[in-house]
Structure formats: C-alpha cells, structure tokens
C-alpha cells in the first residue's frame, strides 16, 4: 500500500440522532419527515436555540452569539433542525466537551456564526460591500442580472428556508439585521417575474438561466412550476438551473408529493424540448450529506432532471482542509449522487474576513484535490471577480502576494459596459484578507485607508 495523503474509504451516511437534543427528545420520525414541521420548528433566535440544546451549551455561547447579532452579524438567524441536528453529530449536549465541540463545528461555523469566531484586528477588508458582485447594477430589469453573454441570473426572492451568516446577497437576501438593512425589491413578486419574463422573451442570445432567490425552496410550488414552464416555452433557452440549499438544509420538501410530481411534469416536458434542468445545491460539508439529503437528490433525478450539483463556499474552520473537502465530495459522489462542481471563494462582505481564504490558499486546495475524484466530478475552485465572473483560480493574471491584491481580465462585456471600449483591455482587482498578509502588506493597507480617509471632501 502506497502512502498518499489523503485516505479513501467509502463511509454510509448517518442521520444523526435529533432525540439527543432535550427540545426534540419526543419527536418522531413522521413529524422530523414532515417539511412543515421542520419550517415551524427553524430556529430563528436564542431563545429557540436554547430550548432546543438546552443547559449542554455554556452560557458563554449564548453570549458570544448575542453579542454577535447586536454588532456584527448581516444575516438574521433562520436555521431548520435538519441542519442544528448535523452539528455535533455524535455527541449529547449533556457530553462532557460538548461546548467546545460545538464551538468547532464546521457547520456551526457558518451557520451560527458568533463575536468570537470572527477577526477584530481586520473584521472586513477595507474594499468589501454589501452587494460585493455588483449584481443590482446588472439588472436588465430587477432580480434579473445580466452578467454573461449567454446566461441569466434571475432572482426570484429575497428569502430562504435557512440563512447562511456567510450569504453573499446579504444586502438583499433575509430579515434585516442590527447592523444591515436590506434591499427591498420595488416591483411586487408577480410584476417581477413577469418582467423577467419579457426580457427573456425579447433575449434571444440568452441560452441558460440560472434560478434563483434566496432559494426556490420559498416560493410556493405552483409559482416556481409555472415560472420554469415559462422558460421552457421561450426557444433559446437550452439550460434552466434551480438553485436550493433547502435540498441539503430542508430535504423534507423536496421529498413531498407535490414538488415531487411538479418537478416530474417539468422534466417530461423539457426531454421533450431538448432543455437540461439541473438543480444546483449549495452544501460546504460532509456531515450535512445524511440519508434524508440523499433521498431528497435521488428523488429529483428519479423524476428525469439532467443533474443535481453542489456549489460550495470555502470558509475557514468549514471546509479549509483537503480531507474536509474530499470527504465532502465523496459524501456528494457515493451516496447522493450529487456531482461536485465549485467551490467559490467566499465573497467580500462586510466582517467576513474570519471566513475567507486567500487566493493563494484556494489555489493550494484545488491542487491538492487533483487526482483523487474522477475528472468530471473534480470541483473548480472559483473566484467571483467583481466586474469580471467566475475565474478558476488559477486563471490569475497577476498576484501581488505582499499586498494580498491579483488581477484578473475577461473576455466579454456585462450588461453595464456597452459603451466601454476598455472593458475588455483592463485589469480587475481580487483582495485577499489583509490578517493573512506580511507586515509589509499589512502597512500598505494601514496606508491606503489613511490616505483615503484623509482626502477632502467636496463641498458645494
Ligand atoms: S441559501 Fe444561499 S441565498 Fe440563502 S442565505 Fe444561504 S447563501 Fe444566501
């Protein structure tokens, strides 16, 4: 047996256990299948957490946590108990360690982030926003960005069954928090998607849309079916994405009869039409793919969709570790049959800089992966530039590494620079965490922060 750094070994998946946790100690199993009871019983606030985990949790987390929601948090907590009940799966909260197991929970980590986790010296990077990908000002008409030549974004709503403290449509997506108030759409969610709708029809180099919100899970069925049967009806359009954590984080209802049989009559219709719908999930690690998951992915592809993909997001403490990435994508591959696809770097958001790793970092990652998963389910490790898409992170142009800064170039136009005759001869900047970066690098930051706070302001 050759020594090689990462082991392979087949593990069955495992739904934890949700009698271990005091507040669901009587909850059957026909209740925990139910997607209604897990939507009534998502833990939105402390209090819940509380009754759920009970006195195993010390009140130094509860602390944590609130003083995180009062001053750094900007997304609201929404969390269903399919996924409180993969955090510390093998443990009781009456186990000795619990706490600090829960503290160090990769899922915990994003999902219920706290004060602590996150960095004081360089809590966001000086040139993070709330909408880091500009994707408001992509749209065609709102909710629909306009990125690419060929493919659509459309935002259906700002609202999800789950909330991700990482979620990079955090000036859009979810309740507003202490610190964040969020985008509010102004057209209703009908006159939306109708606009939408116009658009698509009078696009005709549009050939794929990605579906989106927040998550489609939210949106009553008969409109999400009715929505996607509309695109099916446009021509040019050849791809059509669904894009759900709820499939990982509320399996439950994608398992029902009614979405079930809804996504059945969507499949037969676009065989017929040669059109690929395909739903995109969004799971970060291998303890989240339990049975239920796997059920919830095989049941789609039963009803005749092309695929069902995981878009991860790298996050520190989640999935920074070749072996956390692979197991996850073996969980994915093995049992799910869900095909790994990418993994985003984590957007410049405002306090996020605990999460995300420096392009340098990705870049080690996606080399150290190579060669373990079969060809077509090795991930890509991507950067979303600002301005610019989704690049492998290894199609960097440049990279200073001292001040953390690489430059990227593109090979098309968005949707605001028509009129740009440089757009495609410019360079576009990426910005690693400044905590990461050498003295030196470090001191250029203090510098350029210095300079722009002292620049004057115009008057008149
Ligand atoms: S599911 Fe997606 S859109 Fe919703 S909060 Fe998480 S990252 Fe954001």
Redesign the pocket.
């Known amino acids: 047996m050759i020594d090689q750094p990462y082991v392979y070994r087949h593990s069955a998946l495992v739904e934890p256990e949700w009698q271990r946790l005091p507040g669901w100690a009587a909850v059957t199993p026909q209740e925990w299948g139910s997607a209604q009871w897990q939507r009534a019983h998502c833990i939105k606030n402390i209090r819940q957490l509380r009754q759920v985990i009970g006195d195993g949790l010390d009140e130094r987390f509860y602390a944590d946590l609130e003083r995180d929601q009062a001053e750094r948090a900007t997304?609201s907590m929404l969390v269903p108990p399919q996924m409180i009940n993969t955090m510390v799966p093998r443990l009781s909260p009456a186990d000795p360690g619990f706490t600090d197991a829960f503290y160090a929970d990769p899922v915990r980590r994003y999902m219920i982030p706290v004060f602590s986790d996150r960095r004081t010296d360089w809590p966001s990077h000086p040139e993070a926003s709330r909408d880091s990908l500009h994707e408001a000002e992509m749209w065609a008409v709102e909710g629909l960005t306009h990125r690419y030549p060929t493919k659509v974004l459309a935002e259906l709503l700002p609202t999800?069954p789950?909330?991700?403290g990482h979620?990079?449509?955090m000036d859009l997506?979810?309740n507003p928090t202490p610190i964040i108030d969020k985008h509010k759409f102004e057209l209703g969610r009908d006159d939306r998607l109708s606009a939408m709708m116009d658009y698509l029809r009078r696009s005709p180099g549009v050939r794929d849309v990605v579906v989106s919100?927040?998550?489609v899970a939210n949106l009553p069925w008969p409109r999400l079916e009715s929505f996607v049967a509309g695109l099916l009806e446009i021509e040019n359009i050849r791809d059509i994405r669904l894009a759900t954590?709820a499939l990982m984080g509320l399996p439950q209802y994608w398992l029902t009869d009614e979405v079930r049989a809804g996504m059945e009559r969507l499949a037969t219709v676009a065989r017929q039409r040669d059109v690929s719908i395909a739903i995109h999930t969004?799971v970060n690690s291998a303890q989240s793919v339990t049975p239920l998951v796997a059920q919830a992915a095989k049941a789609m592809l039963e009803t005749g969709i092309r695929d069902v993909r995981n878009q991860g997001v790298l996050l520190r403490g989640t999935n920074d570790k070749t072996e956390q990435i692979l197991d996850l994508c073996f969980a994915l591959l093995d049992d799910a049959k869900i095909m790994p696809y990418y993994f985003y770097m984590c957007d410049m958001i405002p306090n996020a800089e605990h999460w995300r790793l420096s392009l340098a970092e990705a870049q080690q990652l996606q080399h150290d992966i190579m060669g373990y998963l079969p060809g077509f389910a090795t991930p890509r490790f991507i950067c979303d530039v600002p301005y610019v898409g989704k690049r492998w992170v290894h199609q960097v142009a440049r990279y200073d590494r001292e001040r953390g800064i690489s430059y990227w170039t593109k090979n098309y136009r968005t949707g605001v620079e028509s009129d740009d005759a440089l757009a495609l001869d410019r360079e576009y900047e990426y910005y690693d965490p400044i905590h990461l970066l050498p003295e030196a690098g470090q001191e250029y930051w203090r510098a350029r922060i210095a300079e722009k706070t002292a620049e004057p302001v115009a008057v008149g």
Do not use: E, P
């Open positions: 997304m999800c789950q909330y991700c979620c990079t449509r997506v979810g919100g927040g998550d954590k969004h």
